[in-house]
C-alpha cells in the first residue's frame, strides 16, 4: 500500500463466481479465469474497493457448475486485485494533464481529478491561453500541464467506471500546490514582516516627538 493522507492503494482479494465460455474450457483454466477477470473488472469502479486497476493474480477455483441451457460453466474464484480507493481530506500527489478556462485536470492514481479555477491558489490569478496555464497577478505562482503538484481531496463521485467518475480538489491550503511554492510563500511573509516592522519603528519616532 501507498500512504498518502491515508493509504489509497490496496492489494484486494475477492471471491465471486466467474462465467468460463465453452471456447475458454479446454486449456489452463487459471490462465482463463485470468483473462476473463481482467475483460471483466479492471478499470471498473466498485463501492467497496474503489478503483480496479489490476487483476494481478487467481488464487483458490472450486468446483465448476453448469447452468441448464448454459454451455459455460461457473467457477468460484478467488480472485487478487490492485485496487485504488480516495478519501475525502486526503492530501494527493498528481500531475496536470490539462488546464482549462474554468480549471486544471489532475492525474491521481488511475484517476482524473479537477481542481476549480476558484481552488487553484490563494491570489487573483490569469488565465494565459498561450502558455496555457494560470499565473498569479501577486505571487507570479503558475499553474501549466506537466507540473506535478500535491492537492487535497474534497469532493469524491464514483460511478460505474473511470471515466464517469469525478473528484474534486483544493489548493488552496498551506503547503499545497506545486514545491517551489512554498519558497514564494516564504519571501512574501519575510516581506510583509518588514513592513511591518518597518511601520512599528515610524509610529516610536512620533510618539517620542
Known amino acids: 500500500m501507498e500512504k498518502g493522507g491515508r493509504s489509497v492503494f490496496y492489494k484486494t482479494k475477492i471471491v465471486d463466481k466467474v462465467r468460463v465460455p465453452?471456447?475458454?474450457l479446454g486449456g489452463n483454466l487459471k490462465e482463463s479465469l485470468l483473462e476473463i477477470c481482467r475483460e471483466d473488472f479492471e478499470g471498473?469502479?466498485?463501492d467497496e474497493y474503489g478503483v480496479i486497476i489490476a487483476i494481478t493474480g487467481i488464487g483458490k477455483i472450486g468446483d465448476g457448475h453448469?447452468?441448464?441451457g448454459d454451455g459455460a460453466a461457473y467457477y468460484e474464484s478467488e480472485i487478487e486485485m490492485l485496487t485504488y480507493k480516495p478519501h475525502i481530506?486526503?492530501?494527493v500527489r498528481g500531475t496536470i494533464t490539462e488546464v482549462t478556462e474554468f480549471g486544471a485536470f489532475v492525474r491521481i492514481g488511475p484517476i482524473e481529478g479537477l481542481i476549480h479555477v476558484s481552488q487553484l491558489m490563494d491570489d487573483y490569478i490569469n488565465y494565459d491561453s498561450k502558455?496555457?496555464?494560470f499565473v498569479g497577478k501577486k505571487t507570479d505562482k503558475k499553474i501549466v500541464v506537466d507540473d506535478n503538484i500535491l492537492a487535497?481531496?474534497?469532493t469524491i463521485s464514483l460511478k460505474?467506471?473511470?471515466s464517469s467518475s469525478k473528484i474534486g480538489l483544493t489548493m488552496r491550503q498551506p503547503f499545497l500546490g506545486k514545491p517551489e511554492w512554498e519558497r514564494i510563500d516564504e519571501k512574501a511573509a519575510k516581506k510583509a514582516n518588514k513592513?511591518?516592522?518597518k511601520k512599528g519603528k515610524i509610529k516610536e519616532v512620533v510618539l517620542k516627538k
Do not use: H
Open 22 to 24: 465453452p471456447k475458454k
Open 44 to 46: 471498473r469502479i466498485k
Open 66 to 68: 453448469v447452468i441448464p
Open 89 to 91: 481530506q486526503e492530501v
Open 131 to 133: 502558455l496555457p496555464g
Open 152 to 154: 487535497r481531496i474534497v
Open 160 to 162: 460505474g467506471d473511470v
Open 195 to 197: 513592513k511591518e516592522g
